[in-house]
């Protein structure tokens, strides 16, 4: 059974930070991209980042780029959203994914495995 399991979300104030991570268990994690969207309340499902297979490419959506970084442990199984000068605009529940494919990808129907999200709120 897939499962993917997001932490470390929280409320914090602007210019915070916070970093989430996602644990996952039943995939071939090491020959997957993973992601990161989020959806705020009234919108759409948004991408933030995607990292490929190997960590060798990286995508960010413009909102958070050179804010947020994405990376990856094969070794465990885990992928990591660090989350810096955090705005009132990043406040949303954010999704871990897993990509069907090995190379980034930032389109959700790319991805088949979602996790339960967790929720980051950003207080101004």
């Known amino acids: 059974q897939v499962q993917l399991v997001e932490s470390g979300g929280g409320l914090v104030q602007a210019g915070g930070s916070l970093r989430l991570s996602c644990a996952t268990a039943g995939l071939t994690f090491s020959s997957r991209a993973m992601g990161w969207f989020r959806q705020a309340p009234g919108k759409g499902r948004e991408f933030v980042a995607a990292?490929?297979?190997?960590?060798?490419?990286?995508s960010y959506a413009d909102s958070v780029k050179g804010r947020f970084t994405i990376s990856r442990d094969n070794a465990k199984n885990t992928v990591r959203l660090q989350m810096n000068s955090l705005k009132p605009e990043d406040t949303a529940v954010y999704y871990c994914?897993?990509?069907?494919?090995?190379?980034?990808?930032?389109?959700?129907?790319?991805?088949?495995?979602w996790g339960q999200g967790t929720q980051v709120t950003v207080s101004s």
């Open positions: 990292i490929s297979y190997s960590s060798g490419r990286i």
């Open positions: 994914a897993a990509c069907r494919y090995m190379l980034v990808h930032s389109t959700p129907a790319d991805f088949d495995y």
